[in-house]
């Protein structure tokens, strides 16, 4: 297991802690996730590599992983992922191209894992 693949494991028990304190909070994000990224005018791709931008911006390992997981599942290129990561740097400058190329490093890795099996 690489980099990314371990921030989201050892985020889920964390998670999983958390949601059996506030079981409604955690359904209701997650049927919000579910609708905000669901084929629309703009298809999950995108919607994945959106939401992995302001990752970026927000400097949020655990948000760059999951949609960078979620572009490279959705069939996002890895020239995809660095122009989203790129639009990221033109609104946040400095310290995005820090979270930047984490998450574009983070998008390869799941892509190369998605492209093996």
């Known amino acids: 297991m690489t980099h990314h693949h ?4 050892e985020l889920n028990p964390q998670h999983r802690a958390l949601r059996e304190m506030i079981p409604d909070v955690y359904r209701g994000f997650g049927e919000m996730s579910k609708a905000a990224l669901q084929d629309g005018a703009l298809d999950t791709k995108f919607k994945e590599l959106i939401a992995m931008a302001i990752g970026v911006v927000h400097g949020c390992d655990g948000c760059i992983a999951s949609h960078a997981r979620g572009a ?6 890895k020239e995809e992922a660095a122009e989203a990561i790129g639009v990221s740097i033109l609104m946040h400058g400095g310290p995005a191209t820090i979270y930047g190329a984490r998450a574009y490093n983070a998008f390869c890795e799941f892509a190369d894992t998605t492209a093996a099996v």
């Open 6 to 9: 371990d921030v989201l494991t």
């Open 72 to 77: 490279a599942r959705a069939g996002a290129t």
